[in-house]
């Protein structure tokens, strides 16, 4: 697995969109105690639920190749001239 310029800037958007698809599919916001793990894995499973992302194989389903495939997925909802790709 490579190192994606911006991962890390990449990740927190992805997860503020995820977050915002979630609340208006009807899941309940995130409370203050949940863990940022905890909520990526939540948002990676419902957009795999919802066929917005494809699910990774079981045998490599951990919390690093679920923030990575986050990463690729907000990376191709992105337009081409966002600072993030840059």
């Given at each position: 697995?490579?190192?994606?310029?911006?991962?890390?800037?990449?990740?927190?958007?992805?997860?503020?969109?995820?977050e915002?698809?979630?609340?208006?599919?009807?899941?309940?916001?995130?409370?203050?105690?949940?863990?940022a793990?905890?909520?990526?894995?939540?948002?990676?499973?419902?957009?795999?639920?919802?066929?917005?992302?494809?699910?990774?194989?079981?045998?490599?389903?951990?919390?690093?190749?679920?923030?990575?495939?986050?990463?690729?997925?907000?990376?191709?909802?992105?337009?081409?001239?966002?600072?993030?790709?840059?």
């Amino acid at each position: 697995m490579s190192k994606i310029k911006n991962e890390k800037a990449l990740l927190k958007k992805a997860m503020q969109i995820g977050e915002a698809y979630a609340v208006k599919s009807g899941y309940h916001a995130f409370k203050a105690t949940d863990s940022a793990d905890d909520k990526m894995e939540a948002i990676y499973r419902l957009l795999c639920h919802h066929q917005l992302l494809t699910p990774l194989p079981e045998d490599q389903e951990n919390r690093l190749n679920m923030k990575h495939r986050l990463v690729k997925w907000i990376m191709g909802k992105l337009p081409a001239d966002h600072p993030l790709l840059q």
